[in-house]
C-alpha cells in the first residue's frame, strides 16, 4: 500500500494557458498534445505527471513547480502538466482510472498491484528506454525484480519501505511517559494509550484505521508482526483466521472497549487518521517513516512532536513500496519524456525530493530515515550522506526504528492484497464501532470472503 503514502511528498509553471490540461483529465490520456506518434525531432512532446503536492501544502507545491520549470529548462521539447490527486494512488479510482484512458502519463503503482498492471499490459514496457535513469543500477536488486517480468522492465521503483510506531513524543512527556523509552510491546502499547487518553476530551491513546482498504492493511501489518500468515502458501486460501488474527482483533477490542483509549471516532481511509495525528492528539499509530513526512506537510503536524521506534514485539514488518510507471498508449517521444522526468524528480542526488537543502529551507522534516530503494550502493550512500548533512530535527527521535528495521525480517504484501484488506476492513470497523462484536464470526466471515477473492483470482 501507498503511503503516500504511498502519498509522495515531494504547480506548475507551464506554457501561458496550459494549466492542469484535458490531458490531465481525460481525452488525451497520455498527454500527447503534440507529440503524437508523427511527432518529429525537436518538436513540443506533452506528457502528464502525477503526485504533485496538494495546495494545502504550499511550499512543497512550489517546489514542485519550481522543479517542473527547471526540468522544462533542461528539457525544452517537453511540456509538464501535474495532477495533484491525494493520495497519489486510491484504489477506488486507480483501476476505472486507467481502463478509462485517464491515467496520467507517469503514474504510481502500489507494490500489491504491480503483477496486475503488469499482466493486464497496462503498463508500458520501458526496457528500450530505461537508459534515461542514469543510476538504475544502483536501484537494489530485489526492488528491481519487482518491476521486471520475463527480462522486461516496466517500472521504476521509487519507495521501499517497512512499518514502525509512530509516536507523539511531546503527548507521551505530557502524560509522564519517557519519550526516549518508546513501547516495546503491546502490553507497553496498551499502557502508554491509556496514560494519553486520560489528559482529556479529545486526547486518542493509539489511532487505528478502519475503512478505505487501510483498516485491512493495518490488520496484516499486525497479523505479519505477530508472526502469522495473511494467506496459505500456495496463495489459494486465507490464513488469518488464526491465534495472530485473532490476537489482533482481540488487542484493538480491548484498547477500544475496556481501555477506553481509543476515542469513538473511525479513521476510515487514509486521510482521516493522519489529519488526526497531525492534530496533535494522538498518541501512536502503526506507519513507515514517511507518515511523519505527510503529517508534517499535509496535515501541520510539527515535526519536533513526532519518534518512530520498532514495530512492538516484530517477529516481521511488513514491507512495501511504490513504483512509478509509463502509459501503454504513450508514444516512445513520451515515454523517454516522462522517464527523464522521474529521473530528474525522484532518482537524482540535489534534485526533486533528495534536494534535501530546499527541503531544510522550507521546513520539511529532513532527517527522517528512510529504507531507501538504493540501499548501500553509491547513489544510496550520498543520499543519506545528503539527508544526514541538511537534518532538520534530531535524527536520535528516529534510532529506535533504525535499529529495529535492521534486526526485523521484511516480509512483502499479500496477493491480491487490496482486495483482502477491504475484506477485512469490515472485521476492523466492526471491533472498532461496536461493543458486541463477535470476533470468531467476524473471522470466519472475513476468511470464507477471502477465499472466494482468492478462487475468482484462479
Request: aromatic share 8%; charged share 20%; proline share 6%.
Amino acid at each position: 500500500m501507498s503511503r503516500s503514502g504511498y502519498r509522495r511528498t515531494v504547480g506548475l509553471i507551464l506554457m501561458a494557458g496550459l494549466g492542469v490540461s484535458a490531458a490531465a483529465c481525460g481525452g488525451d490520456p497520455a498527454g500527447t498534445g503534440g507529440g503524437g506518434q508523427g511527432a518529429q525531432a525537436g518538436a513540443k512532446v506533452s506528457i502528464t505527471v502525477a503526485c504533485q503536492p496538494a495546495k494545502t501544502a504550499p511550499e512543497n507545491r512550489k517546489a514542485w513547480d519550481d522543479d517542473v520549470a527547471e526540468f522544462q529548462k533542461a528539457h525544452p521539447n517537453v511540456v509538464v502538466a501535474s495532477t495533484d490527486q491525494q493520495p497519489c494512488f486510491d484504489p477506488k479510482t486507480f483501476g476505472p482510472k486507467l481502463a478509462g484512458g485517464q491515467m496520467e502519463t507517469v503514474f504510481v503503482v502500489p507494490v500489491t498491484n504491480y503483477n496486475e498492471v503488469i499482466g493486464k499490459r497496462q503498463a508500458l514496457d520501458i526496457t528500450p528506454y530505461i537508459g534515461e535513469i542514469k543510476n538504475w543500477n544502483d536501484l537494489r536488486q530485489d526492488v528491481r525484480d519487482l518491476v521486471t517480468k520475463d527480462g522486461k522492465v516496466y517500472g521504476v521503483p521509487n519507495v521501499h519501505y517497512s512499518v514502525g510506531l509512530v509516536y507523539n513524543r511531546k503527548l507521551f512527556t505530557q502524560a509522564g511517559l519517557d519519550p526516549d523509552n518508546p513501547p516495546k510491546t503491546w502490553a507497553e502499547v496498551r499502557e502508554a494509550a491509556k496514560k494519553i487518553a486520560a489528559l482529556g476530551p479529545g486526547h486518542v491513546g493509539y489511532g487505528e484505521y478502519s475503512g478505505g482498504n487501510t483498516g485491512g492493511w493495518h490488520f496484516t501489518m499486525q497479523v505479519y508482526g505477530r508472526g502469522g500468515e495473511m494467506v496459505t502458501p500456495d496463495g489459494k486460501k486465507a490464513a488469518f483466521n488464526s491465534p495472530e488474527g485473532k490476537a489482533v482483533l482481540q488487542n484493538l477490542y480491548d484498547m477500544r472497549w475496556t481501555d477506553n483509549s481509543m476515542g469513538a471516532k473511525l479513521y476510515n481511509g487514509w486521510e482521516a487518521l493522519m489529519l488526526a495525528m497531525g492534530g496533535g492528539k494522538v498518541g501512536m499509530m502503526l506507519g513507515a517513516p514517511d507518515v511523519v513526512t505527510d503529517v508534517v506537510q499535509k496535515f501541520n503536524g510539527n515535526y519536533a512532536d513526532y519518534g518512530i521506534t520498532g514495530f512492538p514485539e516484530a517477529k516481521a514488518s511488513l514491507s512495501g513500496g511504490e513504483a512509478y510507471f509509463i502509459n501503454p498508449k504513450a508514444t516512445p517521444e513520451q515515454a523517454k519524456a516522462g522517464l527523464q522526468w522521474i529521473d530528474f524528480q525522484f532518482n537524482t542526488v540535489g534534485k526533486g525530493r533528495f534536494n534535501f537543502a530546499r527541503g531544510k529551507q522550507i521546513g520539511n522534516p529532513v532527517g527522517i530515515p528512510d529504507n531507501d530503494v538504493y540501499g548501500d550502493s553509491p547513489t544510496g550512500k550520498a543520499i543519506q550522506e545528503a539527508r544526514q548533512a541538511n537534518a532538520a530535527l534530531p535524527v536520535s527521535n528516529y534510532q529506535p526504528y533504525v535499529d529495529a528495521s535492521a534486526t526485523i525480517p521484511p516480509k512483502m504484501e499479500p496477493p491480491y492484497a487490496q482486495e483482502l484488506y477491504a475484506v477485512l476492513d469490515v472485521a476492523m470497523s466492526a471491533v472498532l464501532s461496536r461493543r458486541d462484536a463477535d470476533i470468531d464470526k467476524l473471522l470466519a466471515d472475513a476468511e470464507a470472503k477471502a477465499n472466494a477473492v482468492l478462487a475468482s483470482k484462479g
